[in-house]
T-cell receptor, first 114, second 114 residues
Framework: DTAVSQTPKYLVTQMGNDKSIKCEQNLGHDTMYWYKQDSKKFLKIMFSYNNKELIINETVPNRFSPKSPDKAHLNLHINSLELGDSAVYFC?????????????FGPGTRLLVL | GESVGLHLPTLSVQEGDNSIINCAYSNSASDYFIWYKQESGKGPQFIIDIRSNMDKRQGQRVTVLLNKTVKHLSLQIAATQPGDSAVYFCAEKRGGTSYGKLTFGQGTILTVHP
């Protein structure tokens, strides 16, 4: 069983388009995250949601809007895509508090903006 | 072989050797540290973690050492195997109300030659 899953795995689109990436976790975790990994492999957090509530927003352009319909899902919608948005986007989840705060990552969505 | 950390992001070893990957973290208030392994085309995979009240933790073939005095973290892999080839990231979490925010290091590319 896949613990954290993302769709699509690959996304190629034109500049200016709007696209969404979906994420689901079946670990029963309370917290979900979106990370962006650039071409130099640098991983940076974008957003975090705890029980559908936004708790981290790392000065991401407002073209990026996360949406959490329930605590098992965290989707990322991107408006007016730009060339610089090309990257790999990872979803992750964790139990927020307690002994284990480990974040578990999905397989990534490779976004290419042309 | 031994990595000198962020200034040498590539480490090549022979199969069977022990590997040491180093990481210098930035925030003295960080209380939780994780090592992740990322294979090509995949998401980061949890290897081992350590809290700031410990200085050493062992897993299967891996050991994490934490030196809070100099803000240094290392990952030791015993009897390195070709399947260990990947990019390795350290990540730190600041204590208090950081809500699970992880700050990732640059990453070290480990290549294991058969």
């Amino acid at each position: 069983d896949t613990a954290v899953s993302q769709t699509p795995k690959y996304l190629v689109t034109q500049m200016g388009n709007d696209k969404s990436i979906k994420c689901e976790q079946n670990l029963g975790h309370d917290t979900m995250y979106w990370y962006k990994q650039d071409s130099k492999k640098f991983l940076k957090i974008m957003f975090s949601y705890n029980n559908k509530e936004l708790i981290i927003n790392e000065t991401v352009p407002n073209r990026f809007s996360p949406k959490s319909p329930d605590k098992a899902h965290l989707n990322l919608h991107i408006n007016s895509l730009e060339l610089g948005d090309s990257a790999v986007y990872f979803c992750a989840s964790s139990p927020l508090t307690g002994e284990k705060e480990t974040q578990y990552f999905g397989p990534g969505t490779r976004l290419l903006v042309l | 072989g031994e990595s000198v950390g962020l200034h040498l992001p590539t480490l090549s070893v022979q199969e069977g050797d022990n590997s040491i990957i180093n990481c210098a973290y930035s925030n003295s208030a960080s209380d939780y540290f994780i090592w992740y392994k990322q294979e090509s085309g995949k998401g980061p995979q949890f290897i081992i973690d350590i809290r700031s009240n410990m200085d050493k933790r062992q897993g299967q073939r891996v050991t994490v050492l934490l030196n809070k005095t100099v803000k240094h973290l290392s990952l030791q892999i015993a009897a390195t195997q070709p399947g260990d080839s990947a990019v390795y990231f350290c990540a730190e979490k600041r204590g208090g109300t950081s809500y699970g925010k992880l700050t990732f290091g640059q990453g070290t590319i480990l290549t294991v030659h058969p």
